[in-house]
């Protein structure tokens, strides 16, 4: 296992406000549990609907690939837990893991090799997105701090941090190399879109307390989450500018958070104590 190391650089930003309005969109939603699991959270999937999350059976966590309709353990050796969160059309897969009491990124290519990715003075590196080209994103915390960072296929790490900012996290970035995640600013947490160009564009729900941008596509469609009157939703904001709500029937809490190309979202719900995955198309 090898580590990579990064140089830092910053991009000039431009901050911007996006306030849209809510729409209605049905969904068939199917749920994803492994088999024995006390729960199950699916996290990204690809153009092929390969889908990777992680479980919990007895007091570990794993990881998990689901692929026509069979599940795969994706386990770091050595680690005291594996979490995979996205997952390109290569079939290379991204995560952090546990070990030596410390938490690393993690690459898993297509032919089984696994990379550590560690931040250089970083306390904590988490991976949580990676598009077609290889380009990875996710956060480190350094002195603190928690900032978001673009890992290119060159090796060089680019920063992310929305100005004046208290932490930033990036989450999901597609082929053209837009990226999307949370920061927290003033007490709030608001979604955010990094474009190509290097401008910054809010992404708040109306009337949330926080709002969350997991995921997006190669068409600019957004996936996340956000609270209100203490219950947390899925949304899917399509690059018309127009939110739909993704909530699971019955469930007390719904989170979307990968989306692929043909729109399918995949994520987690709450129902009845326990947490599932769903593909929803």
Known sequence: ??????????????????????????????PIDVPG???????????RGDIVGFY?????????????????????????????????????????????GATHGFL?????????????????TQAWGINPRGDIVGSYGAGGATHGFLLDTEGTLTTVDVPGASLT???????????????????????????????????????????????INARGDIVGQYSAGGTTHGFLLDKEGSITIVDVPGASSTSALGINPRGDVVGDYSAGGISHGFLAQ
């Open 169 to 215: 996290m990036a989450f999901g970035i597609n082929a053209r190399g837009d990226i999307v995640g949370r920061y927290s600013a003033g007490g709030t947490d608001h979604g955010f879109l990094l474009d190509n160009k290097g401008s910054f564009t809010t992404i708040d729900r109306p009337g949330a307390s926080l709002t969350t941008a997991f995921g």
């Open 56 to 100: 919990v059976a007895g007091v570990t966590s794993h990881g998990f690939l689901l692929h026509e309709g069979t599940f795969t353990d994706i386990d770091v050796p050595g680690a005291s837990f594996t979490r995979p969160r996205g997952i390109n059309p290569r079939g290379d897969i991204v995560g952090f893991y546990g070990a030596g």
């Open 37 to 47: 699991a006390s729960f199950t959270l699916a996290r990204g999937i690809n153009p």
């Open 1 to 30: 296992m090898r580590t990579i190391g990064f140089v830092a650089w910053y991009a000039r930003v431009i901050v911007l406000t996006l306030l849209t309005p809510a729409s209605a969109l049905a969904f068939d939603f199917t």
């Open 108 to 124: 898993l290519d297509e032919e089984g090799t696994f990379t550590a990715i560690d931040v250089p003075g970083a306390s904590i």
